[in-house]
């Protein structure tokens, strides 16, 4: 027989960001004993984050993906952040999935549903629950659960996987906690055979031992916790041409439909992904007519040897790329400045994580940026694009090879963790309706004859950018040079010389400014505050713009950059405000140093830096609590 004790949760609701009905209504503790009176409070539909405490190499990712992607099937709003450590199994990680009929994609600034399955971080995470929270846990790793302000659900789950498979049980329960959230939050039973039957494709045994566990879940949940937690999911519609899909994956597939035949990579965390994925599907979208490969693939001993490999690949006409994130970029350094002098075309992903130095690897950041736009020794600028979505990443993936051919440099493509190695909704990509662009190449002696007083680093057309000639073709020169030279490519250390060529390089990556993609922009009428930020704080801007109108009536206008150098649309949208934020997920402000360099002094008196980073995706109440303090000298009457 089981017992039911009632607690009192106190009053303090304030700034939780709790449902007060929920408070005011759960002063209950439910052990294991079905009340003879169910509890009931308010429910809240699909407005709720779920924080999942495990161990890794349990096993949870793949039960906290079916939770997700079993809500993600009845058409909820959902999105998920995967918090794990570096390289260690049994080291802690989080899973957080947050509902939101209103779309934002944050962590959530409060947990709602607490799971707690680690042993090692059991205490903390009891202890950081805020009053009110649904604390689902283990009750079978016998550590004490002491919240007599929070709705406490224990299940034995380790001893029920047992009975289904001793050898699997530490897999096995964390189905447990997924069937258990299942009924609790009312997932349908058929999302969820859907969803396993996704993960586990092809394993028709882990199907059927899966679904049971969950099944089994859902029964002890019914039958033993006999009341409403006061969160559930309600379907909604959902376009059936709709998926889920890491940044990276979708980076992948864009570099393989924009024509890459050389990659070179390192393994890093959290690049990887890109390379084995762009691995994974060449051999299903690119078999060449006879069988062959289109595509050579080339692990190399470093991440420099990777670099150089792009170099060598550009230099003869393909289309090289690399992979890595900021401490393999600081070990590319040399080839980078090499591709930059000599004016080779390549291609460079960053999946941005936290540095410095090994930093904290399996974290996201914005701390590269500085890093990619001016990489290696002496005066160099490149060529930086930033997608904020993973339809973005996909078309930067293409458009990627173009700009480096086109402007005969190398390209940095700027993702981070959070893009990266998260899943987002898609309704799909959109396939390149441009052929290939090759840029300024020269591929007959007609052409090159057409050309007076042809030389390799000849400035023709008054762009910066000159005209190449590719090893093989039987047209002279082929000169490619890293040192000192002239137009004709021959070296030289004369400082007329020299100061021409660097200015031309300058004058060319500057030429490319409105040639990038342009900033997505949504302007307000009354043009006093704007918010200038890029990448993956796409994902949380909307809830930040809404909690700074909610709070204080305020109409924000936003500005995505989405390359460097930045482009002329940038400079106008600075101009026509009043006041401007430079919001970024790193700790120095890059690029607000960046536009303080470049922009006309005029503006420098508008631009205020908002930025911090802590590893932790960007929670929406943090920054707006952020801007709100930056802007509160310069816009007392807006914010009174």
């Known amino acids: 027989m089981m017992s039911l004790r009632l607690r009192n949760y106190g009053t303090g609701t304030a700034n939780t960001g709790l449902n007060p009905a929920h408070v005011a209504q759960a002063y209950r503790w439910c052990t294991y004993t079905p009340p003879e009176t169910p509890i009931t409070m308010a429910n809240t539909v699909n407005d709720f984050t779920v924080n999942i405490a495990t161990a890794n190499g349990t096993g949870s990712q793949s039960a906290n993906l079916i939770l997700l992607h079993s809500m993600f099937e009845m058409g909820v709003p959902v999105s998920g952040k995967n918090l794990f450590p570096s390289n260690i199994s049994g080291l802690p990680t989080w899973f957080i ?23 090692d971080t ?29 709705i406490v659900l224990g299940m034995p789950m380790t001893k029920m996987a047992r009975s289904i498979n001793p050898k699997l049980a530490r897999m096995i329960a964390n189905m447990y906690y997924v069937g258990a959230l299942a009924e609790t939050l009312g997932i349908e039973e058929s999302a969820i055979a859907s969803a396993v039957a996704q993960q586990f494709k092809g394993k028709e045994k882990a199907i059927e031992l899966n679904l049971q566990a969950i099944s089994e879940g859902r029964d002890f949940a019914r039958e033993n916790w006999n009341c409403d937690i006061g969160y559930s999911v309600a379907a909604r519609d959902k376009d059936p041409n709709t998926f889920l899909i890491e940044g990276n994956e979708a980076a992948a597939l864009g570099c393989i ?55 060598g690949a550009g230099w003869a006409g393909g289309r090289g790329m690399t992979c890595t994130s900021g401490p393999g970029i600081s070990l590319m350094s040399e080839f980078i400045g090499l591709a930059y002098f000599a004016e080779v075309p390549g291609v460079i992903w960053d999946v941005n994580r936290v540095g410095p130095s090994t930093g904290l690897p399996t974290r996201t950041q914005q701390g590269d940026l500085t890093l990619l736009y001016e990489a290696s020794h002496g005066d160099t600028q490149h060529i930086v694009l930033i997608p904020g979505t993973v339809d973005e990443c996909f078309e930067f993936g293409w458009r990627s090879f173009d700009v480096a051919e086109q402007f005969q440099t190398l390209v940095f493509g700027f993702s981070d963790l959070d893009l990266g190695m998260n899943r987002w909704v ?5 396939y390149p309706d441009q052929k290939l ?3 300024k190449v020269i591929r007959t002696q007609e052409q090159l004859d057409a050309i007076e007083n042809f030389g390799r680093y000849r400035d023709v057309d008054g762009d910066g950018i000159p005209y190449r000639t590719l090893p093989g073709s039987g047209l002279e020169p082929i000169l490619y040079r890293g040192t000192g030279h002239d137009e004709d490519g021959v070296y030289s250390e004369d400082p007329e010389v020299y100061a021409a060529t660097v200015a031309r390089l300058k004058r060319k990556i500057e030429g490319a400014r409105d040639k990038l993609p342009a900033p997505v922009m949504r302007e307000e009428k009354d043009k006093q505050v704007g918010i200038i930020y890029y990448g993956s704080v796409e994902n949380t801007i909307t809830e930040i713009d809404d909690i700074l109108e909610s709070t204080t009536g305020m109409k924000v206008s936003t500005c995505r ?13 600075i101009a026509e405000h009043d006041q401007v934020v430079v919001l970024e997920i790193n700790r120095d402000g890059q690029l607000f140093g960046i536009l303080r360099k470049e922009l006309p002094v005029e503006h420098l008196s508008k631009l205020h830096s908002v930025a911090f980073s802590d590893g932790i995706p960007p929670r929406a109440r943090v920054y707006a609590d952020m801007i709100l303090e930056t802007l509160s000298g310069d816009t007392k009457e807006v914010i009174a």
């Open 97 to 119: 999935i947050r509902a939101s009929d209103e779309g934002y994609q944050a962590p959530g600034d409060v947990t709602h549903i607490q799971v707690v399955m680690n042993k």
């Open 122 to 150: 059991w205490l903390a995470d009891v202890e950081k629950a805020e009053p009110g929270t649904i604390i689902i846990h283990n009750m079978d790793v016998k550590l004490p659960v002491e919240r007599d302000d929070c």
């Open 257 to 311: 439909f924009g024509g890459i035949n050389m990659l070179s990579w390192y393994p890093i965390t959290p690049s990887s992904s890109l390379a084995e994925s762009i691995i994974s599907w060449l051999p299903k979208l690119r078999e060449a007519e006879d069988g062959g490969a289109t595509c050579a693939v080339i692990q190399a001993e470093d991440e420099l040897a990777a670099a150089g490999m792009v170099v």
């Open 426 to 430: 898609t309704a799909g990509f959109e």
């Open 437 to 439: 662009d090759r840029g």
């Open 561 to 573: 950059v989405r390359a460097l150098p930045y482009h002329s649309e940038v400079e106008r949208f």
